[in-house]
């Protein structure tokens, strides 16, 4: 955890970032990160990277993970702040569909909103659900292009 705190900058934070991703897919280590205080912060600022960063992969992908079965996961990473930035990266990656964590960022939202009213109105408050209405139907020209 101590690596994370460098921030999207270091490599350090990246591969410690890469570690949480890859532990968060059971449930037992789930509840094991997030007993670690400030984990969900340290993840949601990694995505201050931006949607075109391996920083943002990550750290999309451990949140994703860690909603994985695990309602109250999601309900603590909603309350952590972390939909409104996910929903604003969605928007900069329909900017650019090549970005490089436009899919992580995709999973991790569609995660969150799976089987949770709450996290859908939340998606939707922050402009989620009408971003990705257009990046379906800019993908579907993209790939009929």
Known sequence: MKLMQEGPTS????WATGIVRNLATDRASQEALHAQPGMVDLLIRMLSAGVDSKFTVQA?????????ENHLSKERIREAGAIPILCSLLADGAKDIAALGLDKVISALSTLAANNPSNKEAIRLSGGTQTFVQLYLLRGRTSAG
């Open 11 to 14: 490599d350090g934070a990246m």
């Open 60 to 68: 999309a992908a451990a949140l994703s993970n860690l909603c994985i």
